[in-house]
């Protein structure tokens, strides 16, 4: 009995020994892989330094200069309904001061579209700048940092992550996909919902839409009427989400209202910037 168990005693060392072994080389295999990553940004960074993508100056994807002159929409005077600056009182841009509702219980929205925050989205969408997604969404939060102390329409905080349960992002039609290579509100959605401690879910498709940007405001509202789709389960949940610029909000309410039609119990809309 004490040989049986000593030999089973060896071979369980073995196993171990061999499953110590295999987690130090995959160990050794994740540094090698991390050291070779920051080597290829090193040289990257030497022969396509890192430039401001508003004004082009060296060191930072946007520079200190450029921070200090962000536009930011004060949300104390925003409106609660689509995040336009200045429409808290009465609203033009949604139609709240004649009664029309959005699908979104509330929206808010970092900067103006000028300036800057173009600078921002054309850089990170049309040219591929892919870093930024992480400024885009440090940028969001802070709006909706501020609009915490604000209250919606429903006269509860227009924005508070512990009554939020996961974070979606409007995703990019196929067309832009397939121009882009990627689906830049993934990105942002991933950095944000790492930040506000929320998890992410991808519940969000547009298999059928055109590119909004070649749109009028009605054919805008036509075209994200058609083509959202949900493809994962929300029932019952408070949910976030986010996209790169407010200009109709039919991409936004189009969401919000597949997401609600499709279970969800309410939607708050965020956006780096905002037409105006």
Known sequence: MLSWRRENQ???????????????????LAGMSS?????????????????CVCCDAPGELLCASCRSRL?????????????????????TECGRSRGEAWETRACVCALPLEGAARSLALAYKDAGE??????????????????????AADGAARFDASAVDTVCFVPATRTAYRRRGF??????????????????????????????RKLGREDRLANASSSM???????????????????????????????????ASDVTAAALARTW
């Not at 050291?35 to 430039?51: D, F, G, I, K, N």
């Not at 689906?183 to 909004?212: K, N, T």
């Not at 407010?246 to 309410?253: D, E, F, K, L, Y």
């Open 183 to 212: 689906d830049h509100m993934l990105d942002v959605a991933r950095s944000l919902s790492g930040m506000l401690g929320l998890p992410l879910a991808d519940v969000l498709a547009r298999p059928h839409a055109r590119d909004q």
């Open 10 to 28: 060896a071979e369980a060392y073995q196993v171990e020994s061999g499953r110590r072994g295999d987690a130090t080389a995959a160990d050794e």
């Open 130 to 151: 892919r870093r930024l997604a992480p400024v885009i969404a440090a940028t969001v939060a802070c709006a909706l940092d501020e609009a915490a102390s604000w209250l």
């Open 35 to 51: 050291l070779v990553r920051r080597l290829a940004e090193a040289a990257a960074e030497l022969a396509w330094p890192t430039r």
């Open 229 to 263: 789709r949900v493809v994962g389960d929300v029932t019952g949940c408070s949910l976030l989400l986010v996209d790169d610029v407010v200009t109709t909000g039919a991409s936004v309410r189009a969401a919000a209202r597949a997401l609600l039609e499709a279970g």
């Open 71 to 91: 536009g930011w929409i004060c949300q104390r005077w925003a409106c609660p309904t689509c995040g336009a600056p200045y429409g808290w009182v009465s609203c």
